[in-house]
């Protein structure tokens, strides 16, 4: 068996999280900058600005504030995973073996803080931290069976636990009533933690893969604001995501591969927003159309110039629209709804479960106090079924559905100077 051909496999269904997001959309892309757009699906999120959120979306938006802005607040994201009907042919005798359905689940914080400074009525800079990728599946040891003279299914499973910091620098600047641009950096901190069984049953080399590697990367976007009257606008943004290099203790059976570094491309995303108040009502309605460009996942390489694997991915879209109600001076009432469709395609995988996704979102607004907000977002994420089929170098083949389905709560706190 070649060494590097048997790496390149195990690695791929294990890394290609490394690059990628948290259980909350398809791709495992993060959506949780807020617990405001939570609460209306995201939906017309690069242009709404009614918080200082709203400059991990569209720089150019910080343009619409009289004021200078602060918010903070955190989204508890809660993942429940699925992987049924799992039927594991291997050996010599290709026996097929039926496994327990499992079911994994995991409760994730996640917080964010932002600071926009209006210089002048046309300068505006603002400063983020929050997160964009994330993700944690974790298999029990039981899972893939324990026959001591039959190979087992554990290097399908594992452990994955991915974390990563995006750092938002921004600026804006009003060109006239109409017209606003803007533009940042986005430090990407990532790190993760990756372990597979390699499947065999001779004792010492059963492990496949231990990885505990982090990597910083630096990407940037650049949007633009239209504001077609003082009820209607339009926003777009454009964010480049870079290449990640991640390094630190990695191991492949025995052999030590520190040295050595993965390179993960992240995919670029480009948004468009409306947004429109309804005349003589209390009612706005507000909607986004979100590209994310997955099939930057061609293939996974290392520095030393390694093709490991093709894994194929294509490019996600996110539809979202949403209602907002200004009930009184204090209470403002929205909702929402997205639709986002899977990043996987040929290639799926249980310890990266993908598919396509429906939010149903709900949030409010409190204004306790002048220039204070305090705002509440609630999501209840319904994934499809998907039949998966995984193979290995040894031709050992693993059939199972899963179905992830997540809940995110948030709560914001903002002030207006």
């Keep these: 068996m070649?060494?590097?051909?048997?790496?390149s496999k195990t690695l791929l269904a294990a890394?290609?999280?490394?690059?990628?997001?948290?259980?909350?959309?398809?791709?495992?892309?993060?959506?949780?900058?807020?617990?405001?757009?939570?609460?209306?699906?995201?939906?017309?999120?690069?242009?709404?600005?009614?918080n200082a959120s709203v400059m991990s979306r569209n720089a150019a938006a910080m343009a619409l504030f009289d004021s200078s802005q602060f918010s903070t607040g955190v989204n508890y994201i809660k993942t429940d995973i699925d992987v049924i009907d799992i039927k594991y042919t291997g050996g010599i005798a290709t026996t097929t073996q039926h496994l327990d359905d499992t079911n994994n689940s995991s409760g994730t914080p996640v917080p964010n803080i932002y600071y926009v400074h209006r210089l002048n009525d046309q300068w505006a800079f603002g400063a983020g931290i929050y997160?964009?990728?994330?993700?944690t599946n974790n298999f029990d040891d039981s899972f893939g069976g324990q026959?001591?003279?039959l190979p087992t299914a554990k290097q399908f499973g594992?452990?994955?636990?991915?974390?990563?910091?995006?750092?938002?620098?921004?600026t804006s600047y009003r060109i006239n009533e109409q017209w606003s641009?803007?533009?940042?950096?986005d430090i990407v901190q990532g790190s993760g933690k990756l372990k597979r069984n390699?499947?065999?049953?001779?004792?010492?080399?059963?492990?496949?893969?231990?990885?505990?590697?982090?990597?910083?990367?630096?990407?940037?976007?650049?949007?633009?604001?239209?504001e077609l009257d003082e009820r209607n606008r339009f926003g777009f943004a454009y964010h480049y995501s870079p290449e990640l290099e991640a390094e630190g203790d990695m191991y492949y059976v025995n052999a030590d591969i520190s040295n050595d570094k993965l390179l993960m491309p992240l995919p670029s995303m480009a948004e468009f927003s409306g947004y429109h108040e309804i005349k003589d009502t209390k009612f706005a309605v507000h909607y986004s159309v979100q590209w994310i460009g997955w099939s930057s996942f061609d293939e996974l390489n290392t520095s030393s110039g390694e093709r490991l694997n093709?894994?194929?991915?294509?490019?996600?879209?996110?539809?979202?629209?949403?209602?907002?109600?200004?009930?009184?001076?204090?209470?403002?009432?929205?909702?929402?709804?997205?639709?986002?469709?899977?990043?996987?395609?040929?290639?799926?995988?249980i310890s990266v479960p993908d598919s396509d996704r429906q939010w149903l979102s709900a949030g409010a607004s409190y204004h306790f106090a002048k220039k204070h907000t305090v705002d509440f977002g609630f999501t209840y994420l319904m994934g499809s079924e998907v039949s998966v089929t995984e193979t290995d170098d040894y031709n050992q083949v693993l059939k199972a559905t899963t179905q992830a389905n997540a809940i995110l709560a948030g709560v914001q706190y903002s002030y207006s100077f």
């Design 198 to 226: 390699s499947g065999s049953v001779i004792p010492g080399k059963d492990v496949g893969l231990d990885i505990e590697a982090d990597g910083i990367a630096l990407g940037w976007n650049l949007g633009a604001v239209y």
């Design 131 to 135: 997160s964009n990728f994330g993700t």
């Design 147 to 149: 026959d001591k003279f």
């Design 158 to 170: 594992g452990i994955t636990e991915i974390k990563s910091v995006n750092l938002a620098l921004t």
């Design 181 to 185: 641009i803007g533009g940042g950096l």
């Design 310 to 349: 093709a894994y194929e991915w294509q490019n996600g879209m996110h539809y979202s629209i949403g209602g907002t109600y200004f009930l009184n001076d204090a209470w403002t009432l929205r909702a929402g709804y997205m639709y986002d469709t899977a990043a996987q395609d040929e290639l799926t995988s």
């Design 15 to 50: 890394t290609i999280t490394l690059a990628t997001q948290q259980a909350t959309a398809a791709g495992f892309q993060l959506n949780a900058q807020s617990a405001t757009g939570l609460g209306r699906a995201f939906a017309g999120d690069a242009v709404i600005a009614d």
């Design 2 to 7: 070649n060494k590097k051909r048997l790496f």
